[in-house]
């Protein structure tokens, strides 16, 4: 049983890694642009897809590199035509526009690669156990998770040592206020949002190579990233990856002692924090109002 | 643009119905295929063209389309031609009933057929029911469609849970062991097929070593995995369809967890074996219909008939489910002479179908007591490649007649209710 919950929570933290990678780039287009971005299942899927179409050109680790920049020029294409439109309207706007493109992104994927799932393959070394005792933890698992550790590494260091970085957290807690301050709002928030994008489309890539692809797969990955968000608090990368990571543990602890409730944990956790601390873990006092 | 950068302030409450929301991003709009004609008979079908079943209710589409313009092109019925009227569910149940009212009250269609979720297949078979229209569901499993909650009005194609637990369950006994574990989705369908195959377990003397009830929609099944394998069983039956089957088989390989337990399952299509990598095709199966049957006349014209409409697919047993669907409504009403719902479904009880739509070798009826259709179960092992064509994944051990994996009319608990 000892064995067994700590092969869970490992898996956990596994799983909850892969969530924290999709709910940052969620939470970045969230905080500067007051966006909820309900399409970014969607890029997740484009970015998965478009990976599966490089693969037999560029091989695995070409497809890996090149996908999530070409899912990001398509994001910032995106926010340049219509995003951008609903900056500084009542958030609702948003909301509708993300969900619209949220159907066009799955019904597109559907009519061009077909609504019949495909098998995107990982190099064979990779997709072996590393241990019989540990069998769950696989080389794809592990890369899967050093691959969120950089990125979340280089995201935390270009946030804090960039220029761009630094006016994209200034811009956070006041962009009207860095914005006559001289700085361009409208390159800073496209920037942004294609940040954003690049994190969706790298994890379509690695979700890709764990699950296959289907056109749907984006929103069922999308739920445990907005809870993650509101777990961690809205406003807080640190919330959000903690959040993640959290909720992944949860839901593999239960999964061990009550299994059909394993995906309910997750909204449990999610009342409980608003309940005891309505701002989530790291959400900062008046954040969003 | 003189537009505020904050226009009004994103309140938390907004973050948080929109993650309700985000629930709903699966159900999308309709879409409708209509070849109108005058005076024609109109078929309605509805199946979850968007969601998670999408692609095996595109083949039972490419099925029912093939079957229409047979009968078209050979006089229609009763001398009028077919028009079939396509509508999507969504894989949504609510969804689903609007539909079927839709196309009963306002379109005025004689037949219906659908849907793939067994779920929303019982829901429309309600309406079809209080409406009087003739229905056969296609491609939903579930027992009660042809069992408690039977109609006199909807009979099934498809097989029932419990023939496609008995199909399979003797062999697996014999061949992989006695000691069980199962996955299952969590909803009407996996609940019936797990309760059916571990009753035939009992039946032989096994026990049941655990089921893991996972949501649909599961896209990470290690946890269950983890748990199962720690429960030690001699066969790991994976029950989920669709993508979730997809996923679980293939973290199941990528665990290498079927080098140290026997996989397999009950119910398997060619569509989630084709989604997979090969080293996660493995394990004993049963198939509703294969495209690969040397000896039987018929098979190979309709191969190569669906294959000139399907973008050179083969046909899977969803493409023959929407098929023979249409074509045994086309036939008994051609015999009768008549429109008319309770003279066709008392018609079709005893049908027997012709070798050209069974496609099969056993003998393929419609019962007359449950509506049930006694067809073939297929039964045989996952290829990990497909040997002289690449759709060519399944080798088939054996054709087993439906009236042998089906429990006696007496077991099914349908008592059906004419009108009077």
Partial sequence: MIQLLLFNVTNGLIIGAFYVLMAIGLSLILNLSNVINFAHGGFLVIGGYIAYTLEPYLGFWGALIASPFLTAIIGLAVERLLISRVYGRDPLYGLLLTFGLAFVFEDGTRIIWGA??????????????????????????????????????????????????????????????????????????????????????????????????????GAGLLMPSFIAIIVGGVGSLVGTLVGGLLIGVASGITAVVLPPASEAIMYVLMAVVLLVRPRGLFGEEGMLT | MNRPYHAAPLSRRTVLKAAAAAGLVQFTAPFVITARA????????????????????????????????????????????????????????????????????????????GDVNSAIALAIAQVSNEKK??????????????????????????????????????????????????????????????????????????TVTGNELTP?????????????????????????????????LKQIAQFGIEKQIHVAGLQQELESLEAMPPEARVGI?????????PD??????????????????????????????LMSFALVANREKTLDGVKLAKALGDFELPADVKLQPNKCYYRKGDHQLMTSAFVGQALKQGKSDPEDLFQVDAIVAGDKTSPPESETGCTLQWPA
């Fill in chain 1, 116 to 217: 019949q799932g495909k098998p995107f393959t990982i190099p064979a070394f990779l997709s072996q156990s590393l241990s019989n005792e540990f069998f769950f933890i696989t080389g794809y698992r592990l890369f899967m998770v050093a691959m969120v550790a950089v990125m979340i590494a280089l995201l935390f260091l270009l946030l804090r040592f960039t220029r761009a970085g630094i006016r994209i957290r200034a811009g956070t807690l006041d962009l009207e206020t860095v914005a006559v301050l001289g700085v361009n709002a409208r390159a800073l928030r496209s920037l942004n949002f294609a940040v954003g994008i690049f994190l969706a489309g790298l994890s379509g890539v690695l979700a890709g190579g764990q699950l296959g692809l289907e056109p749907t797969m």
């Fill in chain 2, 133 to 206: 229209v003739l229905h056969i569901v296609s491609g939903g499993h579930t027992d009660g469609i042809t069992g408690k909650d039977c109609h006199w009005n909807v009979y099934r194609v498809c097989n029932t849970t419990k023939m496609e637990a008995n199909s399979v369950a003797e062999l697996l006994f014999n061949k992989y062991g006695k000691k069980w574990h199962f996955i299952t989705p969590d909803y009407a369908f996996g609940h019936t097929l797990q309760e059916a195959a571990a009753a035939d377990l009992k039946k032989y003397g096994g």
């Fill in chain 2, 296 to 325: 039987v006349p018929g098979v190979d014209q309709f191969v190569a008939d669906i294959r000139k409409r399907s973008g050179g697919k083969v046909p899977t047993a969803r493409t023959w489910f929407g098929y023979t669907s």
């Fill in chain 2, 285 to 293: 199966w049963m198939f509703e219909w294969y495209w690969k049957q």
């Fill in chain 2, 38 to 113: 005058a005076d024609a008979i109109k078929v309605g079908m509805i199946d979850p063209f968007t969601g998670v079943y999408a692609a095996v209710a595109q083949n039972e589409l490419i099925g029912a389309k093939f079957a229409a313009e047979q009968v078209n092109a050979k006089g229609g019925v009763l001398g009028r031609q077919i028009e079939l009227l396509v509508e999507d569910s969504a894989n949504d149940v609510g969804t689903g009933v609007e539909k079927a009212r839709k196309l009963i009250e306002r379109d005025g269609i004689q037949f219906l057929i």
């Fill in chain 2, 216 to 248: 649909l929609g599961t896209t990470d099944f290690s946890a269950y995995l983890i748990k199962a394998r720690a429960a030690n069983p001699d066969v790991l039956l994976v029950l989920p369809q669709g993508n979730d089957m997809v996923n679980c």
